[in-house]
Each structure stands twice: as C-alpha cells, then as structure tokens.
C-alpha cells in the first residue's frame, strides 16, 4: 500500500509524510524529487504546469509506486489536485490519499514564511483553481497543529483496519 498525503502547496504534505513515514517506520517519499527540470523552471518562473505537464510526472510517480510496493508499504507527499491525476496513481495498486484540507488564507501565510521551496506565493491560485477535493480521501484539517495531524491519520487508519 502507498498512503498519499495530498493537497495544496503548503499545505504540509512533505512535514506530515515524513512524520507518517518516521511512526509507522515506512519509506517516505517526496513526488517534488521526481518533477522534470523544465517543470521546476516553470514553476520557479511562476508559471503554473498544465495537464500536459503533469502527466509525464504522474505516469513517472505511478511506476515508481509499482516499483515501491513491491519492498512494501510507503508514504508519498504528492499534491494529486485533480481526481484524473489520483486516478492514475491509484494504477499504481493499493493506494489510500489523505487529504490536508487548508484555507487559501492558511496557505498564503504559510508560502510567505517559506523560503526553501522552488514555489512561489504567485501559484497559490492555480493550486485551488484546479483542486477537486477527493470524496474519497481521509480528509484531516491543516490548520491543526502537526502531530495532532498525525495523531488524527493514525487513528482514521486503525478505525478502518480495525486495529
């Protein structure tokens, strides 16, 4: 199984992965790592990726998905704003999103106190203009602080598993 920690820019994605990956001793992965250069100029310009864009990155994420799953389970922070987009990672096998779902607001106070990351505060309205909220998801509020994040997913996954 891949748990997919999903949403917008800013919204804690890479944070929350590494702490879900840290507890439950998974592989943590970071879909930002696998992004073509061409993309990253782009979005480091402030021009926001297109379908186009995504879909060489996403069928990209999708075999290495295959490929982690095969050493076991693993968390991958991915934004997976569209449903079309998580439905290509779920190609990949056994996948569960966790969505963070967060105010443009919150992001826009968290993307301007960001300085290690190629995004900027300009794309923040590309992210929600294109986000369609999962319905099936584990949806955790973002505004929270992050280990009752964390604590919030841990429990989701046990009521689901039943342990």
Known sequence: MIIVVMGVCGCGKTL???MLAKQTGLA????DDFHSAKSVEK???GIALD???RLCWLKRLAGQMT?????GPAVLACSALKKSYRKILNEAGEVR???LKASKNLIIQRMQNRKDHYMPVSLIDSQFAILEEPDDAMIVDAE???NEILRCILTGFRKKTGN
């Open 51 to 53: 379908d186009d864009d």
């Open 28 to 31: 943590f992965y970071d879909a």
């Open 97 to 99: 999103f966790v969505y």
């Open 43 to 45: 979005m480091t310009a």
């Open 16 to 18: 929350i992965g590494k």
């Open 67 to 71: 490929k982690w799953q095969s050493s």
């Open 144 to 146: 929270k602080k992050p």
